[in-house]
């Protein structure tokens, strides 16, 4: 959720994430009304009350990705996997029968398919 809501600020669209017009930063942030969002239940249980939740979610938002998690998520969302530990990615796999994993661009190559002799 962080990666997204800071998204429009790394790309220097905007200086704050609450200037997005399209982010649920206001929402879950600042307590703005958005009847388009169903509030996510981590969101939820990260306080008892609503200002406290908007203020940890603020928190939350601004604290720093360092660049390895930046490269995690960026590879997970171009390559449609799921971002998480070992311990998520084992749930997935059970819930849908296969592993999230990266998988070789394309197609599948075929038999012979690549160079000259079949090799």
């Known amino acids: 959720m962080r990666y997204s809501e800071l998204n429009p600020v790394r790309t220097r669209m905007?200086?704050?994430p609450?200037?997005?017009r399209w982010s649920s930063y206001r929402a879950n942030g600042l307590g703005q009304t958005?009847?388009?969002l169903t509030p996510h239940p981590v969101c939820l249980e990260i306080a008892h009350n609503a200002?406290?939740?908007?203020?940890n979610y603020r928190q939350f938002?601004?604290?720093t990705l360092d660049g390895?998690?930046?490269a995690d998520m960026?590879?997970?969302?171009?390559?449609?996997l799921p971002v998480g530990n070992s311990?998520?990615?084992a749930e997935i796999a059970q819930t849908v029968g296969e592993r999230p994993e990266a998988r070789p661009r394309g197609r599948p190559r075929s038999v012979g398919e690549g160079t000259v002799d079949g090799t």
């Open 68 to 70: 390895e998690a930046m």
């Open 34 to 36: 958005d009847l388009q």
């Open 18 to 20: 609450a200037d997005y």
């Open 61 to 63: 938002c601004h604290a």
């Open 74 to 80: 960026r590879l997970a969302l171009h390559q449609s």
């Open 87 to 89: 311990r998520f990615h």
């Open 51 to 55: 200002g406290e939740r908007q203020g």
């Open 14 to 16: 905007v200086e704050d």
